[in-house]
């Protein structure tokens, strides 16, 4: 995957909203132009729904008016998050790679208006383990790349950041 895939890596000096708003600085205009449902513009994928439900508070000074959506398997039914993603317009969605991979997979999700994609990369969890060193994890993150986040950095549309 080319360079320009890619936007500035998190130098470990910022909070999750100040590399967010480095990394998407019209993030406010695009969210207000963001019109479609069962997708988002910003997708932030962690290592558990633990994690999902810390980095949904550390976005706030991100968001503004943007709708947020948790993506994760933990006590929520995908059905659940599927209907949410269809009735209403979310701009940034936060959760597992394989609970995304599966909203992706069931068509509860597309990426048409996916214009960033951030690993939440240099988080440990209790055992000192970021996303590539759990397995199931790691396993998961190259199946999302594969669901065509990919082929959407290849064509431009997508850039990939690590916070």
């Known amino acids: 995957v080319a360079e320009e895939c890619f936007v500035k890596s998190n130098d470990l000096t910022h909070s999750l909203s100040s590399y967010l708003k ?3 600085p019209k993030w406010s205009k695009l969210s207000k132009n963001h019109k479609e449902k069962k997708s988002v513009l910003l997708l ?27 993506m994760f398997a933990k006590h929520i039914k995908i059905k ?11 701009h940034l969605g936060i959760g597992t790679p394989g609970r995304i991979k599966a909203l992706i997979e069931q068509e509860g999700l597309n990426l048409e208006s996916l214009k960033y994609l951030v690993f939440d990369w240099n988080w ?25 986040v990919i082929s959407a950095c290849k064509a431009g549309s997508v850039k990939i950041g690590l916070f």
Do not use: W, Y
């Open 44 to 70: 932030v994928v962690c290592s558990s729904a633990h994690r999902t439900l810390e980095l949904i508070k550390l976005v706030n000074a991100f968001k503004g008016e943007a709708k947020v959506v948790k």
């Open 124 to 148: 440990r969890d209790q055992k000192l383990r970021r996303m590539p060193d759990i397995p199931e994890v790691k396993k998961e993150m190259l199946e999302l790349l594969e669901a065509g």
């Open 22 to 24: 480095e990394t998407c």
């Open 80 to 90: 659940c998050q599927m209907d949410l993603l269809e009735k209403n317009v979310t």
